[in-house]
């Protein structure tokens, strides 16, 4: 039972990350009805953020420590950061601490210029161009945005830590009745799950609510006739391109303690994002959302050690083999609409 | 100067074609004259340096690739010389190899079979290489050594750890200086037990392939053998990037150490996943939660900055194995001094390795007086060398496996730079990681004969 | 002649005569020059551009006709060598058998992959095929590891002893077509020139040829008319009281055949199969070489899997020494210069590279390659042959 428990935290921790990264794809797919293969990389920026901003936070000059010695027997440089001369060591130490959380309003309008740029420099000119053409020109510029950051941060992983405060786990077992130790989750973990289930409700309420959001929507099921009402749908859509890409981009904020952002974790997610997607439904939100949940639960649920031995292998293949059983069953994934992206 | 002019074929065709404008068909396989294939026949010789310069590995070819221009450096006599001065064989002397000058050839692996083959055999094909060496991965070594055997030339293999390479999958034509799995398990296993207590219970999490499975099964059957009980293993696959759904039931299970069978990025990855869900500071039967790290690369502990502090895994070699441990290992300082006055930072245990071999293949022509595979091989099978920085070694002739003391490690806890990550805690002599060339965990392989290629 | 007439019989010849004398067009460079460095005339590279058309070729089968867009194709060029590599090291050395077990087992796979996958159109079905393949990869990766050798993959062993074939005692089996080895060459020298004429290209160049003759067969068949009319309107075909469900099944079959095919030559040039081959990247590439060249042109596939595969084992073979080489005639400081700006595209930037280049073609070009090529053949002929160029290009790409 505890075990299920954690499996289910588990699932949802996972799920939040699909479901943040789905949500941005379908909104794209959705209003502007462009397949884009650089959403992957969007993430990647987004992490690399959270790289970029510590880095900064931590720039440091060098204090060469006559007294010690490096590997080739040179008197020993030190970095010192010049946060710690500015606010003095303490301070200092506990703003570099905190460099995650602080990135996210940093991040914001880097992940909103891109956006910005991205949908007026070069989506744009795709909106009547075969699908294929986006395919290949969102995958070139994933490609070219990857290789970017490779040139600057190297090929390997880079550990971009959770402040001290939120490292460790917290003891669900006890709030629920068990012995202690039984049910122990990471605080960051859970704080990604809070993180996603506000964007998540916050993108949501902007659609419902406001005015802005209505014609998107209204976009969304009949481009042409809200264009022929003398709405100007476009401005809006890039604005829409905009948003998606801060989703994505605070995603991968939020997910750089999770797993040392490197320069292809975008291409990671790609395939299971567009898997989640579809399997959610074409087109529809609450099915991107629901659909990242359900497969991060499953998928949680299949690396058990218990099931793993008893169908060897399922782990490697159960999101593969959901979105087959899914999509046989229901045509159109979980939620989504006719028509979208059938042709 | 053009570099094409230097292959064998370049040159062959200068004296061919000098008057006639049409010189008859010659064989390629059966080219050279001296009956094996790419022989050279200019006053240069060329080397094929076949490294990951895209996807996950990148840093590691990177910095292969440094150490391999090192080595072409000081076998043309440039640079201090590093440890052409400490080996044992006094063979090289720095005038290239049979006074031949060495070129090189780069080519991407991209830690793809069917790439690093493309890339090997457009050096083969194209560049007339004799040689090939590099690599960071067991299928990419496994594939590349099983073409060099085809087209014969000489495969010095780079980082490459399962047992297969030297066992199962073994070439005549293959060299492996680098250590294997059951090299790291025969080493860890005393010192865990020394460390943890013989009375533990391990919990495997294994990547879901062939270097997975062999680096469980030696972890395993070594620290059974001293007490261990094996509480579970369970197969992760290759792609996961994130291992809670893994790590989580870990605590619950009986186990007190989490045995991480995992390199490279997956490594990174589920021990900060391991440190996120506490099992650091945790306890279980009493005793002190402990993770064990079968094979460390330093520059992926890089990648997982502080969460190595205090976990133990198995190097084949370290920077500092000289200045701790005395002239035993003497050929480090020599070979960190060259590369830190050209690169500014330490080598890694895989620029080490590539560094090392190619001395080993220049000795041997050398030795051999002569460019054929077979007569490498010769000189090469039963070789015990010296000065290399693993102290004594030998190169064996059963299995082409190199066989030396294997370094036993720990991150460090407050290390002062991202070059000096971890701590050497004691060094396993060579008899303790040794094993008969029929030993049941490199069953069914045979080297075959050596193929010159004619 | 032979059943084609006009534009497309000028095609098929043009194919023919390139592939026949690529060991020549491949190698311009005198070996000599610093241009060397751009020859690709050389057995393996060879090879794969002509086993990548195949599987490009087979993949426009699919795709430029009836518009559905397999993101799994890699798992039928898997399937059919794994499937050759087995008739090899149980069989037969010959590469024959092992290609006609690729082609069935590749072909049986698809049948099971399309009719579960056809089921569903549009992105669905694109996804559909993404999941067989990524299981299969997976699978192929790890617990069939006794079937498929997992990451190290299967090679001829010196143990390997097949039935028909005579191999003595601890030799390793060599691929051959009755007797003549894959890996037998002839060096023509011409003056500063070489040329290899290899066994193994000219078998995989003669099969290519009959591969896109078969290919140009299928798009102007009534067959091939039918598939056109899925793409345009799936919907109104239906309504007209055709099923069009067994049209495109076949295409799906023969596109999947045409990769077991590519599988199995893969395998008989070069005797190594390994599970990276059924990647979703390796899917991902083939669809890109497709677009690359130009969707549902005749010559296009062709073209983008000599582009692509140029990129990744010409220029990611470039590095820094030979950078210097050819800017050593400028001074130092220039030379230095060059050096710096041309670095980051060439050896391990060879993927930003090839980025750049998927942008600028698809940005450029829409029409991919041969769109290009009609550009540049229509300035040499003037205005008026642009036109009916135009023309023409449109017909064979109709709208999507």
């Known amino acids: ?343 | ?454 | 002649m032979l059943g084609i007439k006009g534009k497309d019989l000028s095609v098929f010849i043009l194919v023919a005569v390139l592939a026949l004398l690529a060991p020549f067009l491949l190698n311009p460079f005198p070996v000599d020059s610093a241009m060397a460095q751009f020859n690709a005339g050389y057995p393996d590279l060879m090879q794969r551009f002509v086993i990548f058309g195949i599987f490009a070729i087979g993949f426009n089968i699919l795709f430029g006709l009836t518009g559905y867009l397999s993101f799994g194709h890699a798992a039928f060029l898997g399937v059919g060598s794994y499937a050759a590599i087995w008739m090899m090291k149980l069989v037969s050395l010959n590469i024959v058998p092992g290609i006609i077990m690729a082609i069935v087992f590749a072909g049986l796979f698809s049948v099971l992959v399309g009719y579960i996958s056809l089921r569903r159109s549009g992105i669905y079905f694109s996804i559909l095929t993404l999941a067989f393949a990524q299981m299969s990869y997976a699978l192929a990766y790890s617990v069939l590891t006794p079937i498929t050798g997992g990451e190290t993959g299967l090679q001829i062993k010196p143990g390997d002893t097949p039935l028909l074939s005579n191999v003595a005692e601890g030799e390793i089996g060599r691929a051959n077509f009755f007797g003549l080895e894959m890996s037998d060459s002839s060096v023509i020298t011409l003056g500063g020139w070489e040329f290899t004429m290899n066994v193994g290209y000219y078998v995989c160049a003669v099969v290519m040829i009959a591969a896109f003759y078969l290919a140009i067969r299928i798009f102007r068949s009534p067959f091939g008319m039918m598939l056109r009319a899925v793409k345009s309107n799936q919907q109104r075909m239906n309504y007209t009281g055709l099923n069009s469900k067994p049209y495109t099944l076949a295409a799906f079959v023969i596109s999947g055949m045409y990769a077991g095919l590519a599988g199995g030559l893969m395998v008989a040039m070069d005797t190594q199969v390994g599970p990276e081959r059924m990647f979703w990247t390796a899917s991902g590439e083939v669809v890109l070489m497709t677009i690359l060249g130009g969707a549902g042109t005749l010559i296009g596939p062709v073209l983008g899997a000599g582009f692509i595969k140029y990129m990744e084992n010409i220029v990611s073979k470039i590095n820094s020494t030979v950078l210097h080489e050819w800017f050593a005639f400028l001074p130092d400081g220039m030379e230095d210069f060059l050096v710096t700006i041309f670095y980051p595209f060439v050896g391990k930037g060879w993927h930003l590279t090839l980025g750049l280049m998927f942008m600028a073609v698809v940005i450029f070009l829409p029409g991919g390659l041969v769109q290009g090529g009609q550009k540049i053949a229509a300035m040499f002929r003037g205005k008026k042959a642009a036109e009916k160029d135009g023309k023409t290009a449109n017909q064979q790409t109709p709208a999507e």
């Open chain 1, 1 to 343: 039972m505890d075990q299920i428990i954690v499996q289910v935290l588990n699932g949802l921790d996972k799920g939040s990350a699909y479901a943040l990264i789905a949500l941005g794809l379908t909104l794209i797919f959705g209003t502007l009805g462009v397949v884009n293969f650089a959403h992957g990389a969007l993430f990647m920026l987004g992490a690399f953020c959270a790289v970029i901003f510590s880095r900064i936070l931590s720039l440091s000059h060098e204090i060469v420590d006559e007294t010690r010695t490096d590997f080739l027997g040179n008197p020993m440089k030190i970095d010192v950061p010049y946060m710690h001369d500015i606010f003095g060591p303490e301070l200092g130490a506990s703003i570099i601490d905190w460099a995650v959380p602080l990135s996210i309003l940093f991040s914001i309008p880097i992940m909103v210029g891109i956006g910005f740029a991205m949908e007026r420099g070069l989506i744009k000119h795709f909106y009547k161009r075969p699908h294929a053409d986006q395919i290949l020109v969102t995958f070139g510029l994933a490609i070219v945005l990857q290789e970017i950051i490779k040139a600057f941060f190297g090929a390997n992983p880079i550990q971009t830590p959770a402040p001290e405060a939120f490292t460790g786990s917290f003891d669900f077992g006890v709030l629920l009745g068990f012995d202690p130790l039984t049910i122990m989750y990471p605080y960051w973990r859970l704080v990604y799950f809070a993180f996603a289930a506000l964007i998540i409700g916050a993108v949501f309420a902007f659609l419902q609510f406001t005015t802005f959001g209505m014609v998107v929507r209204a976009g969304m099921a009949d481009r042409e006739t809200v264009g022929l009402l003398g709405i100007d749908i476009d401005r809006r859509f890039t604005l829409m391109f905009a948003i998606a890409a801060c989703v994505a981009g605070l995603a991968g904020v939020m997910y750089a303690p999770i797993v040392a952002p490197n320069y292809h974790m975008g291409m990671d997610f790609l395939v299971l994002s567009f898997v989640v997607v579809v399997v959610g439904g074409m087109g529809s939100l609450p099915g991107a959302v629901f659909a990242g949940f359900l497969l991060g639960i499953l998928e949680s649920f299949a690396s058990m050690p218990a099931v793993v031995q008893l169908l060897p292998g399922i782990n490697q293949i159960v999101i593969y083999l959901v979105a087959i059983i899914i999509l046989l069953t229901r045509p159109r994934g979980l939620m989504g609409r006719k028509g979208v992206m059938e042709e």
């Open chain 2, 1 to 454: 100067m053009s570099r094409q002019n230097l292959t064998r074929r370049g040159v062959l065709k200068t004296g061919a074609a000098a008057g006639a404008g049409l010189a008859l068909p010659t064989y390629l396989s059966a080219a050279g004259h001296e009956g094996f294939t790419n022989a050279p026949s200019g006053d240069t010789v060329t080397l094929g340096f076949n490294v990951p310069l895209t996807n996950a590995y990148a840093e590691e070819g990177a910095d292969e690739l440094r150490a391999l221009e090192l080595a072409v450096e000081h076998l043309n006599g440039g640079g201090d010389g590093g440890m052409l001065q400490t080996f044992s064989s006094k063979a090289l002397d720095g005038t290239g190899i049979l006074g031949k000058k060495v070129e090189y050839v780069t080519g991407d692996t991209q830690t793809k079979s069917d790439a690093a083959r493309a890339s090997a055999r457009s050096m083969i094909e194209k560049d007339g290489a004799v040689m090939i060496t590099g690599g960071s991965s067991s299928g990419v070594a496994v594939a590349v050594q099983a073409l060099c055997q085809e087209a014969g030339i000489i495969f010095m293999a780079g980082l490459t750890h399962s047992n297969d390479t030297t066992g199962k999958d073994r070439k005549a034509n293959g060299f492996r200086h680098f250590f294997n799995s059951y090299m790291s398990g025969a080493a860890l296993a005393p010192i865990l037990v020394d460390q943890y207590g013989a009375d533990r219970k391990a919990y495997h999490l294994t990547a879901d392939y062939n270097w997975g499975y062999t680096t469980e099964e030696a972890m395993a059957s070594s620290t059974e053998a001293l007490g261990w009980e094996t509480v579970n293993s369970v197969k992760t696959p290759l792609t996961q990037t994130d291992f809670s759904a893994y790590i989580a039931p870990v605590l619950n299970s009986g186990a007190d150490v989490l045995v991480l069978n995992h390199y490279g990025g997956n490594m990174v990855n589920s021990l900060t996943n391991a440190v996120q869900f506490g099992l650091r500071e945790a306890e279980a039967n009493g005793k002190k939660f402990e993770v064990v790290v079968p094979l460390y690369s330093e520059l992926m502990a890089r990648g997982a900055g502080q969460n190595i502090a205090g976990i133990l895994g198995s190097q084949n070699w370290d920077w500092k194995l000289e200045n701790q441990l005395g002239a035993r290992y003497s050929g480090t300082n020599a070979f960190v001094q060259s590369f830190g006055e050209k690169y500014g930072f330490p080598p890694s245990q895989a620029a080490h390795t590539c560094y090392v071999q190619t001395l080993l293949y220049a000795d041997a022509v050398t030795r051999a007086g002569s460019f054929a595979p077979c007569a490498v091989v010769e000189a090469l099978e039963g070789f015990e060398f010296d000065g290399l920085g693993n102290g004594p070694t030998l190169y064996r002739a059963d299995d082409h496996q190199c066989f030396k003391d294997v370094v036993v490690v720990r991150g460090k806890e407050n290390p002062e730079n991202e070059f000096d990550l971890v701590e050497i805690v004691e060094v396993t002599p060579t008899e303790q990681v040794t094993y008969a060339p029929d030993h049941p965990q490199f069953a069914g392989g045979a080297l075959g004969t050596c193929n010159n290629g004619a």
